[in-house]
Nanobody
Framework: QVQLVESGGGLVHPGGSLTLSCVAP????????MGWYRQAPGKEREMVVI???????NYADSVKGRFTFSRDFAKNTVYLQMNSLKPEDTGVYYC???????????????WGQGTQVTVSS
């Protein structure tokens, strides 16, 4: 599978903002779902947001009202705008995309390499 290309991580103070970008290996119209996951040190990976192509976008309770998922179809890119960041938002953030292709509807699951987000004073 082809990896997604992520960028935008960094170090910010509590209350600050970051925008993460994820460039897909093709038109994002082809992906049935896209989203972001994160993994804090010593913890399991958790869903941050998942967006279904023609239905809805669901956020984890911990980020509702602070994070916003968006798409730029012309650039084959999705974003995660993160505001009012807290220390507990610290972790490696991964972009994910899923599509089904071919006569047998083979599943293609794309992941980025991850980008580090650190929220600290």
């Amino acid at each position: 599978q082809v990896q997604l290309v992520e960028s935008g991580g960094g170090l910010v103070h509590p209350g600050g903002s970051l925008t993460l970008s994820c460039v897909a290996p093709g038109s994002i119209f082809d992906f049935h779902a896209m989203g972001w996951y994160r993994q804090a040190p010593g913890k399991e990976r958790e869903m941050v947001v998942i967006s279904y192509r023609y239905t809805t976008t669901n956020y984890a309770d911990s980020v509702k009202g602070r994070f916003t998922f968006s798409r730029d179809f012309a650039k084959n890119t999705v974003y995660l705008q993160m505001n009012s960041l807290k220390p507990e938002d610290t972790g490696v953030y991964y972009c994910n995309a899923v599509k089904f292709s071919g006569s047998n509807d083979r599943k293609y699951d794309y992941w980025g390499q991850g980008t580090q987000v650190t929220v600290s004073s």
